[in-house]
């Protein structure tokens, strides 16, 4: 089996890329679905989150707050490097077991989608690379348009994450994504059908 790492930008399309390649019946592991696994209700990755970053970051029922903590992590660099370090092992330990499971399904491709694979170094881990690409342009368009957010907000964002066109030169492949719907399909199923050769 071959283990893909898909990644993308904001507003790239990188979401429903993996939505078409779990229509086309490649099983795609969203490693953000891990991360909040990690931290579900009664697990160990939460208490150790409660313990390190205090009371204050648990809900009433004692479920995470994921306010309380975005606010502590987002604004000081060294609280979010401890919380990557209480969670990245947790991940990784569930994306193994993750992979293995399909692995034993006979699956001859899977995919990780991963938002910061670039910027954390990932692309060792996995057999190929592949990046949703939209121009930055239409970054900026597809978040104003969607998430109605200010020309600021915009700007924030893109700024917390690797320029795409800095992304662009990194991949194995490249699924394009600016035409719309139809073009994203056919672009995925290229790539795809690329990939099985290999």
């Known amino acids: 089996m071959l283990w893909i790492g898909l990644t993308g930008g904001i507003a790239t399309g990188k979401s429903s890329a993996a939505k078409i ?10 490693a953000d679905e891990l991360a909040r696994e990690v931290v579900a209700l009664g697990t160990p990755g939460l208490k150790a989150v409660a313990k390190h970053f205090g009371p204050g970051v ?11 903590l975005g606010q502590i992590i987002f604004s000081d660099e060294n609280q979010r490097e401890k919380l990557e370090e209480i969670l990245h092992p947790l991940i990784q330990d569930l ?3 993750e ?18 694979l670039f910027e954390k170094r ?6 190929f690379t592949v990046l949703v690409y939209a121009s930055s342009k239409i970054q900026r368009r597809r978040l104003a348009e969607r998430n109605h957010l200010s020309e600021d ?3 924030k964002r893109l700024a917390a994450q690797m320029p795409i066109e800095e ?3 990194l991949p194995d492949y490249v699924i394009f994504n600016e035409a719309g719907p139809n073009e994203l399909r056919a672009n995925v199923q290229a790539v795809v059908n690329e990939l099985l050769q290999k």
């Open 21 to 30: 390649l779990r229509e086309l019946g490649y099983p795609v592991v969203d």
């Open 58 to 68: 648990l809900g009433s029922r004692g479920e995470l707050n994921r306010q309380a």
């Open 95 to 97: 994306r193994g077991r």
């Open 99 to 116: 992979k293995l499971r399909i692995e034993q399904t006979g699956a001859a491709l899977a995919f990780y989608d991963v938002p910061l």
């Open 122 to 127: 990932m692309a060792k881990e996995f057999d």
């Open 153 to 155: 907000e915009i700007s």
């Open 167 to 169: 992304k662009m030169k």
